[in-house]
Nanobody
């Protein structure tokens, strides 16, 4: 299963960005789709995830500012980021977990997209 991300870039503090992640391949079912981020010198951390198509989970640092809408029919997930802060600067990675048509489990990552928030 391949994940293709788009939508990163440079934005001023207080601004907005929308990331998108499209999954392709022989997908039978998607268990979880989510976004992680990794800033220089820091560990990769969960930003937001959507589980079984409806249950959402957010890092405390982004609650109230980020949302994770998903298009189930297109195996696409977005990360809508509002009120961005300089500390949101990081490489953002899409992750998807589920089962292929062969019943093999997959756990795929996108290539990452950079988000830079200037103060």
């Amino acid at each position: 299963v391949q994940l293709v991300e788009s939508g990163g870039g440079l934005v001023q503090a207080g601004g907005s960005l929308r990331l998108s992640c499209a999954a392709s391949g022989s997908i039978l079912s998607m268990t979880t789709m989510g976004w992680y981020r990794q800033a220089p010198g820091k560990q990769r951390e969960l930003v937001a995830a959507i589980i079984s198509g409806s249950v959402t989970r957010y890092a405390d640092s982004v609650k109230g500012r980020f949302t994770i809408p998903r298009d189930n029919a297109r195996n696409t997930v977005h990360l809508q980021m509002e009120s961005l802060k300089p500390e949101d600067t990081a490489a953002y990675y899409c992750n998807a977990v589920g089962f292929e048509a062969t019943l093999a489990r997959f756990d795929s990552w996108g290539q990452g997209t950079q988000v830079t928030v200037s103060s």
